[in-house]
């Protein structure tokens, strides 16, 4: 649960992060956004290093988190509601993070 948690933080700042200059770059706000969004960037690497196992291991398996908080962003700030085919393929990835994340110690 730990793991999983962390993943969903370690989303939640990739996405501001890059949600901020998006609101500068498309919506006019102003280039003061980039400061909060170039720290949660860093806030983003530096959640991916807490993780105790190797890092593209850390990054595959993050993918997966990655989508189900995009598509929960999608509903709760772009006021979109995610489809069944939306929620399918969020299924199927955390699947994946699962396989990898929680494989069996050799």
Do not use: N
């Not at 901020?20 to 498309?26: D, G, T």
């Not at 598509?71 to 993070?97: E, F, N, Y």
């Amino acid at each position: 649960m730990k793991t999983f948690f962390l993943f969903v933080v370690t989303a939640i700042a990739e996405i501001v992060g890059c949600y901020l200059p998006y609101l500068w770059l498309k919506q006019g706000r102003s280039v003061l956004w980039l400061v909060p969004a170039a720290l949660s960037l860093a806030l983003f690497a530096w959640l991916l290093t807490l993780h105790e196992t190797a890092a593209g291991r850390v990054y595959a398996a993050y993918g997966g988190v990655y989508i189900g908080v995009a598509l929960m962003w999608l509903w709760g700030v772009d006021q979109i509601r995610p489809t069944a085919w939306d929620l399918a393929g969020a299924g199927v990835a955390l699947v994946g993070m699962g396989l990898i994340m929680f494989q069996p110690a050799r």
